[in-house]
């Protein structure tokens, strides 16, 4: 269901360190600067990954397209724990922050969440939920609040409503910045990334990386005979195998 440690942290020291490299993220300041500091903090054989990008991106309302730009402040977070098994992960975590304006420390957060993974040997057993789930919204973390965040800013998404925890895929820092870039080809910066081939050599990297594991499971779930009859929400994605 998921990569090995070893893979993913690989993965995502090189995605730091070619949006440092790529020209054509040579006009997302910010963003720029913070993987550069991030790859140069990151070990890719050993430790944890703790990364936070923030940038400004141009963000329109579907109804305001043709007006002038809007540029807001988006962060992506990425924490991946090492588990207490050779190669394994006791707990990713990749969030996604967006400002209604663009300076983060006095804007109201207009869109907050996070992607999780949590193996059920680490979890607690008394408290179902998808290996791998997003939570809309959540609280802030205590690096957040550190840096500035403001709990109240969160209060109008009701930040404590912690469930329904929804089933999704697995995801990664390219996975993440290409997805934002996608959604807001608006920003002027966002189709030469997604043109360049180094970037698109490596989301395809990063797709085999995250997601090759995920759906070779859920395939290998469906194949099993021993599996017919069997729920493969409850059984494959909460690991609930008491079924």
Known sequence: MYPKLSDLRALEV?????IGLIPEFGKFVDLRAAAKDAANRAN???????????????????????????????EIGASVVPGAAKDSIEQTSYSLIICKKNAPMDSPIVRKFHIDYEPIASRNHNEPKP??????????SAQQIGDGYDERRLEALYPSFEKPRIPTAPTSIALM?????LEFQDDP????????STWRKLV???????????????AGFFEKTANQGRRFLQCHQYEMMAD
Not at 14 to 18: A, F, N, S
């Open 204 to 218: 395809s990297e990063a797709e085999r990386v995250v997601l090759v594991p995920y759906y070779k499971g859920a």
């Open 189 to 196: 910066g966002a189709q030469p990334v997604l043109k360049n």
């Open 14 to 18: 090189r995605t730091l360190k070619q």
């Open 177 to 181: 910045l290409n997805w934002l870039l």
């Open 131 to 140: 290996s791998v789930h997003m939570q809309l919204c959540g609280t802030l």
């Open 44 to 74: 890719e054989f050993s430790g944890a990954i703790n990364v936070r990008l923030g940038f400004k991106l141009d963000i329109r309302l579907r109804m305001r397209q043709k007006r002038a730009e809007q540029r807001r402040w988006v």
